[in-house]
Every structure is written in structure tokens, then in C-alpha cells.
């Protein structure tokens, strides 16, 4: 039997030509791959600067010290999100407001952000869970009327796309973030072994994440080429030559990827279409806003255990058995003990992430599925009732 895990990269020969040409003939860091993977990013999203960095925390660290985020600023993100889109905040000495999401796209509801927003926020991390772009045109308005930053969390949204006001923006290539953030994880549609970039147009916050990159340091004189300067502590966020190859041979397939967890993801909807107790992402029809194209980076049911009989570990051991991982995404944040020690915050605060996450389960999506798998998962989710 097959054991079918909830994400995996792929590797081709190509990515692994890249790699070996880079160790046998190249830099293995600070090199031309590093500019030249910045670059065709850059020109993916559609944006003037990228940034390639260690990790996605890493480029949520920086993005808030480029945008001068620090002591006695709140940064208000989504409970229904991975640990690093809050950590990040608590890395600059800032502190974490949380605001909820809406049940259908589980996503930062901008109504609710904007009625309990917290006074004292200058960022707002947005963050596109699960692939789906947030309404990032009113998210930044509301940031925006109130002197706050947009920083994007785009880890799961590279490729995606939203329509507003008739025109398709790309998420990492639009208005209405300062800067947005990706992660290369191996679980990410597209990898880099570890790895991340900061996407931006604005060329002074650019400079900036560069320069935090790499320890703070600027060469400041033209005729001293020994010569640098640091007037700020930055970090060794660097990323190596060898993770850029990976990157540029996988940002080639990038859209066959996209297409694949798409394919993959509409079977899973019709398979479950008709089952009272299993409800499939919904996609959502505002009039001004709306996605167009999201990359799929996780596909999340939500499921009424009580309904089945089971609760959600007996459904996952059930399922392993039968060769199908799955994961839970995610522990609303508010509710780690961290949070809950430092803030005071606990359950019952975010009510509907808290009550998203009671139902929410991880199928497998990733490119390198095949389609005996993908039957072998949905029937194994069927049965799950019988
Ligand atoms: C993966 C992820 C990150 C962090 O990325 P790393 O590369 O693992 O550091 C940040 N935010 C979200 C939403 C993520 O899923």
C-alpha cells in the first residue's frame, strides 16, 4: 500500500542537474544564481524587487524591520495561520493583536479588522491561508486610513491571483501591500530546500531588506572597496547559490504545479460534493473582489465529527491506515501557551477560527500526486462513513 503524505516536493532531473552544475561550477553563495532567482521571481509576480532569504520567517523578520516595526507597536495578524506570521512581530519587540477570520474564505475578515481594530497598530500581516489571496484592496484600506503597514503573508499564495474593479492583480505584483513574503519550504507549492524572499516595489524598503540580509552591512565608499559600515544589527539571512538553482529549475513548473493541485482539488470537490457531513473549500463572489486564480497550497475540509461518530484523531488513524496522511491547519495562534501566558489571550476569543479549527482536516495535495493516490484518498475519506 501506497503511504500518501498530506504535502510533498517534487524533484525532477532537472532540479537535480541544476543543483550538481552549481556545486561542480559555481558560487555556492552570494552568486549570480541568488541575483538571476531574484530576478525571474520578480518578473513572475510582477514586482520591482525581490529579496531571497534564508527562510519565510526570516523574510517576515525583516519585512517588519524594513517597515521600522518595533517597541510599542502592535502588528495584528489571523489566529488561523502558522506560528512565524505572529512570531515575527514578537521578534522586533512589537506586540500581537489578533483579528478573526471569515468562515468562508478563512481568511482575515477586513470587517471585523476594521471594528476591533487595536489603536497603536502599524502592521497588519495578511495572510493568504491555504493559497486563497485575501481582499487585500480593503485590508489596505483600512490599514492604510489608519497609518499602518501591509505586509502580505503570501508562504502559501505564490502563483495566485484576485480580480478587483474588473483587473487581475497577481499576489507579490499589486498596490496593496508594502511588501509581501513567500516561503520555499519543501511543503510549498514551489522549494527550495529552506528558503524565502520579501517582494516589494518600493525601492527604499528593498534597500533595506537587503542590507538587514546580510549582518546590516553597506559599502558606503566607491574608492575603499574593503570599506563597509554597519549603522544598523542586522542577521546572516542569506541564501545559498545552491537553493537558487533548485529555485530557478522549480519556478519553471511552477505553473504546471499550480495546474496539478488545481486538477487534483477539483476531484476532491466533486468526489465530496454531495455529503452532508464534508464541506469543500467554497469560493466566494464579492462584487469588487474576487480570486481568480489561487494556487492551491493546502487542501482543508471541514468535517462534522459528531455527524460520523468519530472524533478527528480516531479519523486520522483511521486514514493512516489506510495509506492517506493528512495534518491539521491550524491551532488557532491566540491559543498557543506563548500568546496565552504573555497576553492573556485564550479560547474564546477568536471564535471562528476556534470553531474552523474544531472541524479542519488536511488532505493530501501536491504535484507529484498520482491519480491512483488521489482515488485511494477519496476513498478512503469516503468510508469514513459507512
Ligand atoms: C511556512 C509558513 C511560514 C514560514 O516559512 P518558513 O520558510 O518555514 O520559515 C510563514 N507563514 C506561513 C503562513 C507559512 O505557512
Same mark, same amino acid.
Given at each position: ?11 525532477? @532531473?532537472?532540479?537535480?542537474? *541544476? ?57 495584528? @495578524? ?76 503570501? *508562504? ?113 470537490? #466533486? ?18 473582489? #474576487? ?29 493512516? #491506515? ?12 491566540? @491559543? ?5 501566558? #504573555? ?9 471562528? *477560527? ?33
Amino acid at each position: 500500500m501506497n503511504m500518501i503524505p498530506y504535502g510533498q516536493q517534487k524533484i525532477d @532531473t532537472a532540479d537535480v542537474d *541544476a543543483v550538481t552544475d552549481i556545486l561542480q561550477n559555481g558560487w555556492l553563495t552570494c552568486g549570480p544564481k541568488v541575483t538571476e532567482f531574484e530576478n525571474h521571481l520578480a518578473e513572475y509576480v510582477g514586482t520591482k524587487h525581490v529579496i531571497a532569504v534564508s527562510n519565510g520567517t526570516a523574510a517576515l523578520h525583516i519585512a517588519l524591520l524594513a517597515a521600522h516595526i518595533g517597541k510599542e507597536d502592535w502588528v495584528v @495578524t489571523s489566529p488561523n495561520t502558522f506560528l512565524a506570521s505572529a512570531n515575527c512581530a514578537e521578534y522586533v519587540g512589537a506586540q500581537v493583536w489578533f483579528s478573526d477570520i471569515d468562515p468562508v474564505s478563512y481568511n482575515l475578515d477586513p470587517v471585523l479588522l476594521e471594528k476591533n481594530w487595536k489603536k497603536g497598530t502599524k502592521a497588519v500581516v495578511a495572510v493568504d491561508f491555504a493559497g486563497r489571496p485575501c481582499n487585500m484592496p480593503e485590508i489596505a484600506r483600512i490599514a492604510r486610513e489608519r497609518g499602518a503597514f501591509i505586509i502580505e503573508d503570501a *508562504a502559501h499564495a505564490i502563483g495566485s491571483r484576485f480580480v478587483f474593479e474588473d483587473k487581475e492583480y497577481k499576489v507579490g505584483g499589486h498596490p496593496w501591500a508594502d511588501l509581501t513574503t513567500f516561503s520555499f519550504h519543501p511543503v510549498k507549492t514551489m522549494t527550495t530546500g529552506e528558503g524565502g524572499a520579501i517582494a516589494t516595489d518600493n525601492d527604499e524598503l528593498a534597500e533595506r531588506c537587503r542590507v538587514l540580509r546580510s549582518h546590516g552591512m553597506q559599502k558606503t565608499r566607491a574608492d575603499e572597496p574593503w570599506y563597509y559600515e554597519m549603522s544598523e544589527l542586522g542577521y546572516n539571512y542569506r541564501i545559498t547559490d545552491i537553493q537558487c538553482a533548485l529555485g530557478l529549475s522549480q519556478l519553471n513548473k511552477l505553473d504546471r504545479f499550480i495546474q496539478k493541485r488545481q486538477e487534483i482539488t477539483d476531484r476532491y470537490n #466533486k468526489a465530496f460534493a454531495d455529503r452532508d457531513w464534508i464541506s469543500c473549500p467554497q469560493l466566494f463572489k464579492q462584487s469588487a473582489f #474576487k480570486s481568480s486564480r489561487i494556487a492551491w497550497h493546502l487542501y482543508v475540509v471541514q468535517i462534522d465529527f459528531s455527524k460520523i461518530g468519530k472524533n478527528r484523531a480516531e479519523v486520522m488513524s483511521e486514514l493512516l #491506515k489506510k495509506g492517506v496522511g493528512t495534518q491539521v491547519h491550524y491551532i488557532p495562534v491566540h @491559543t498557543q501557551p506563548y500568546y496565552q501566558n #504573555k497576553y492573556g489571550y485564550h479560547t474564546g476569543n477568536q471564535p471562528i *477560527a476556534e470553531s474552523y479549527y474544531e472541524k479542519c482536516l488536511s488532505l493530501p495535495l501536491f504535484s507529484g500526486i498520482c491519480e491512483v493516490e488521489v482515488a485511494q484518498v477519496i476513498d478512503a475519506v469516503l468510508e469514513l462513513i459507512k
